[in-house]
Structures are given as structure tokens and as C-alpha cells.
């Protein structure tokens, strides 16, 4: 069974520190996707990267970067000078390849509260 | 670019009655996909189609029930309603084409059960 660990429930910063989101899973399959979301306030889960289990190459993307270490089952998210903005929920969720006649399906993390104070 | 469309954006049942979510998947997407999140909770998988059959099955009380209609358009029932009903429901949808797909998730709907 897969499951997706995020061990911290909450984290505060104060605007333009950086900060990072851990995201430890646990998967029996070595074709695997690994995804991060962001739920704002107002509800909608908006996507931030999917990663795929045989890219380990870490990602930037502006303010946003990806550490994803198959060796250590991580796929960490790390903002850079945060800002107000950013404060919502962020969810790591993994999915693994459909069987047959199967659609994929996300796990979810339980979600890391992020504030982020001016 | 179309999005995945739900509808009603909210919406305010008694116990006991029944709600209908529908959810209108990107155009040319084949598979749907239904979450509920409670609140403070992380969204779980309840429910999704392929190609207007069932797909998966996940932990959706069996007092709901969903369906994929002819234009790929997907509704989720949910009948006897419970107050432990109430939470977010997002649908999702996907181009289920080999592995290189993702779901793009709509706005969701939130349900109060009072």
C-alpha cells in the first residue's frame, strides 16, 4: 500500500525567509509519481510539479524548488524568500500506475499549514 | 484553457436528504475522478471512471454513487445525508494515455449537512 508522510503539521516564517516542506512516502511499486498541491484559503487544490520516479533531477521554478531523493523515499519543496502569498496548505500525494482498466488515483499527505507572516 | 468544472459551488442539505455534485471533466478527458476532504483533512479518493465505466473504487460509503454519462460528464449521489458528510468534494479528470498524465482538479464543491 502506498502512503505519504508529511511530518509537519504547521510552519510559520516571517515574509522573505526561506523555508522548506518535507514529504517522506512509502510505495511497493518502482514506477511511481510523486506531485505537490497547494490549497489556498479559498479551497481549490492548485498544482505545483509532478515528478516522475526515474527523474531524479531536482527542479526550480522561480521561487519554488524540488529535492526528490529516491534513496531516502523524499520529495521535498522548498520556497525561497517566502511572501503572504504563500501561506496555504501543501499537499505532497503520490500515484502509481493504473492496472489494467484502472485510473490513477492520489494519495495525499495529511497537508502542512503554511503561514507566512509579513 | 477549459477547466474542470463543478457544480454547485456550495451546497446546504438537511439529514436525511440527498445531494447531487456534478462535475464537467476537460473536454477530450476520458477518466474522472472524485475526492472528499473533510475539514482539516487531506483529500480521499472515493470514486473513478474510465471511459463512462467504473474504475476504481475507493472509501465512498455506500450510500453514494456515481456515474460517467455519454458526453464524460460524471455525478456523484449521495443519499440519507450525515452530518460527517459534510466536507469538500473535488472532482478531477485525466487523459489516460500510458503514464505521462495528470489530473487537473476543479474547484470543488463544499457540502454542509445541517
Known amino acids: 500500500a502506498q502512503k505519504v508522510t508529511q511530518a509537519q503539521t504547521e510552519i510559520s516564517v516571517v515574509e522573505k525567509e526561506d523555508v522548506t516542506l518535507d514529504c517522506v512516502y512509502e510505495t511497493r511499486d518502482t514506477t511511481y509519481y510523486l506531485f505537490w498541491y497547494k490549497q489556498p484559503p479559498s479551497g481549490e487544490l492548485v498544482f505545483l510539479i509532478r515528478?516522475?520516479?526515474?527523474?531524479?533531477q531536482n527542479e526550480i521554478s522561480g521561487r519554488y524548488s524540488w529535492n526528490f531523493q529516491k534513496s531516502t523515499s523524499s520529495f521535498n519543496f522548498t520556497i525561497t524568500a517566502s511572501q503572504v502569498v504563500d501561506s496555504a496548505v501543501y499537499f505532497c500525494?503520490?500515484?502509481?500506475?493504473?492496472?489494467?482498466?484502472?485510473?490513477?488515483?492520489?494519495?495525499f499527505g495529511s497537508g502542512t499549514q503554511l503561514t507566512v507572516l509579513p | 484553457a477549459a477547466g474542470v468544472i463543478q457544480s454547485p459551488r456550495h451546497l446546504i442539505k438537511e439529514k436525511r436528504e440527498t445531494a447531487t455534485l456534478k462535475c464537467y471533466p476537460i473536454p477530450r478527458h476520458d477518466t474522472v475522478y472524485w475526492y472528499q476532504q473533510g475539514p482539516g483533512q487531506d483529500p480521499q479518493f472515493l470514486i473513478s471512471f474510465y471511459e463512462k465505466m467504473q474504475s476504481d473504487k475507493g472509501s465512498i460509503p455506500d450510500r453514494f454513487s456515481a456515474q460517467q454519462f455519454s458526453d464524460y460528464h460524471s455525478e456523484l449521489n449521495m443519499s440519507s445525508l450525515e452530518l460527517g458528510d459534510s466536507a469538500l468534494y473535488f472532482c478531477?479528470?485525466?487523459?489516460?494515455?500510458?503514464?505521462?498524465?495528470?489530473?487537473?482538479f476543479g474547484q470543488g464543491t463544499r457540502l454542509t449537512v445541517v
Open positions: 515528478r516522475n520516479s526515474f527523474d531524479e
Open positions: 478531477a479528470s485525466s487523459l489516460e494515455q500510458g503514464l505521462n498524465t495528470e489530473a487537473f
Open positions: 500525494a503520490l500515484s502509481e500506475p493504473p492496472g489494467a482498466g484502472s485510473a490513477r488515483q492520489l494519495t
